[in-house]
């Protein structure tokens, strides 16, 4: 299953480092990702380092980017997306819950291309030690630390959207070194994504002295993000609010001031790397993102939801000018529910990116995801009302309306999840999440809440498919995409996801 994961690492690490044509030709093998002898010096490794995040804005050949992938993973089967005339046939099914292996969305080749280039590092970085004497062990620690902690962020995507994943901690250099391997169970998974991260940590860098390399690399703190997310997957709520509290103590971040909304959106979502912000994909003027022809497009495949800004966000009939920030302009256009995230250059509605100037970057996490990851749960822990305190800290910065404020009372844990779960809705919109955050919500306490995903289904399917999709749902085994075919004739050890046989 991995030879079309065995792409040239080298050739990012080309581009990156500016060796010669002629140092190029001289790399070896020349089949794969470059192997031991290319290892040699400091900067080699910075390069290889630099490679995996380079992964995370490209297309591989044949798939699509890891942002449209993780976007489409997080959305699609939630119920904040709506079609239009140009939505594709497997987009279409998706929503519509009728998933077959065919279907290319559910192809992990992006993401696993992203794991064995952190592999590579892995593997074969140590060995400059011996060959650089200006390369450090602290560098080389921290060098490791980045890339475990990425390789560790894939593993946690894979694991909430297909379960079961094969676990892959080995690189693959050559189309020689391919094997084939079964999948490991999701908790075996987790289990070394918890690892990883707790060992990333210790070596990390708090900083690397710049803005952009603060957001675009991971840190400390994008670390204490992470297992903050994985923790809250688990039900570990002490360990997640602990996570969540490094962040929050280490005072070096905040929630973007809210007070002027075109001021609010360009910091936060045009500009990029602000304040709020822990990890974010560095799209720019040479690497864009691949959100036009899906989301800004005239012949674009996917809208917002009508009722995201009618429902999810609300009108105030007596006063209309008084806004959620987060809504109208912000998450999506009112005039034809462009999801404008990615699309605007303002919060005017009007002012639009060019083709040419899809840029905006693609938020892994930020400020505001700590301080509501932190009260689910600290409110699954038992004290709701310091969980209410956190919400009320995001919804007093967006401006949130009032008729959205369900006034749970905060030793009625079920009724505090669910507006913590409807304020993720609107603060994280169209950022991959909702999914995630339904089905977290479901399972919890062994699937206590179905009615969650069932509810949801029976919102957003066409009522003649409703019954289908609603018995679909039943089976716990249909929250989980099936291995895409390709991968089943390549790897003979894989087995289809049990919904799918």
């Known amino acids: 299953m991995f030879k079309n994961i065995t792409i040239k690492i080298a050739l990012v690490i080309l581009l990156v480092s500016g060796f010669s044509c002629k140092k190029w030709l001289d790399l ?40 449209e992938l993780l976007f489409l993973w997080g959305e699609l089967r939630a119920d904040m997306l709506a079609t239009t005339t140009f939505t594709v046939n ?68 894979l694991v909430r959207s297909f379960g079961d994943v094969p676990l892959k901690i080995k690189s693959t250099s050559s189309d020689q070194d391919i094997e084939q391997i079964p999948k490991t169970s999701r908790d ?98 040479q690497r864009q993102n691949t959100f036009y022809p899906l989301l800004g497009a005239s012949s674009r495949h996917l809208i917002a939801n009508p009722l995201v800004l009618t429902d999810f966000f609300a009108v105030d009939f007596v006063n209309p000018l008084n806004i959620d920030i987060r809504g109208d302009g912000a998450s999506a256009r009112s005039t034809d529910n462009m999801i404008w995230k990615y699309s605007g250059l303002s919060n005017d509605n009007r002012t639009q990116r060019a083709s040419t100037q899809y840029t905006a970057h693609w938020f892994v996490y930020r400020f505001a995801d700590i301080l509501l990851m932190k009260a689910e749960a600290t409110n699954q822990a038992g004290n709701g009302a310091e969980a209410l305190e956190l919400v009320t800290r995001v919804r007093n910065r967006a401006g949130a309306l009032a008729v959205t404020n369900t006034n749970p009372g905060p030793s009625d844990k079920d009724a505090v999840a669910d507006f913590i779960l409807a304020e993720r809705s609107r603060e994280f919109a169209f950022e991959g999440k909702r999914w995630y955050d339904l089905l977290r919500n479901a399972k919890r306490d062994n699937y206590r809440r179905l009615n969650i995903l069932l509810q949801m289904v029976a919102n957003t399917v066409p009522p003649d498919r409703q019954q289908s999709a609603i018995a679909k749902f039943m089976d716990k085994n249909s929250h989980y995409f099936p291995i895409y075919y390709y991968e089943l004739q390549t790897d003979r050890q894989l087995v289809q996801n049990p919904f799918y046989k």
């Open 28 to 67: 070896q093998p020349r089949d794969g990702i470059t192997g031991a002898a290319y290892w040699k010096t400091k900067e080699q490794v910075q390069a290889s380092v630099t490679g995996c995040y380079a992964s995370l804005l490209g297309s591989p050949n044949g798939s699509r980017s890891l942002a």
């Open 90 to 157: 497997e987009e279409l099914d998706i929503m519509n819950v009728n998933i077959l292996p065919t279907n290319s969305i559910t192809n992990w080749r992006s993401v696993y291309q992203t794991i064995n280039y952190c592999n590579t590092v892995i593997d074969f970085a140590p060995q400059v030690l011996t060959r650089d004497p200006t390369f450090t062990a602290d560098a080389l620690n921290r060098n490791i630390a980045e890339v475990k902690a990425l390789r560790a962020l894939m593993y946690f995507y």
């Open 188 to 285: 075996s998974v987790l289990a070394r994504v918890v690892k990883d991260l707790s060992e990333a940590e210790a070596d990390a860098a708090f900083t690397f002295g710049d803005k952009a390399s603060d957001k675009g690399r991971i840190t400390k703190y994008t670390i204490n993000a992470i297992q903050a997310d994985v923790y809250l997957w688990m039900e570990k709520y002490p360990e997640c609010i602990a996570a969540c509290n490094k962040i929050i103590n280490s005072n070096q971040f905040g929630l973007i001031d809210g007070t002027v909304a075109n001021t609010w959106f360009n910091t936060l979502y045009v500009n990029g790397n602000s304040n709020e912000s822990i990890f974010e994909f560095q799209f720019d003027n």
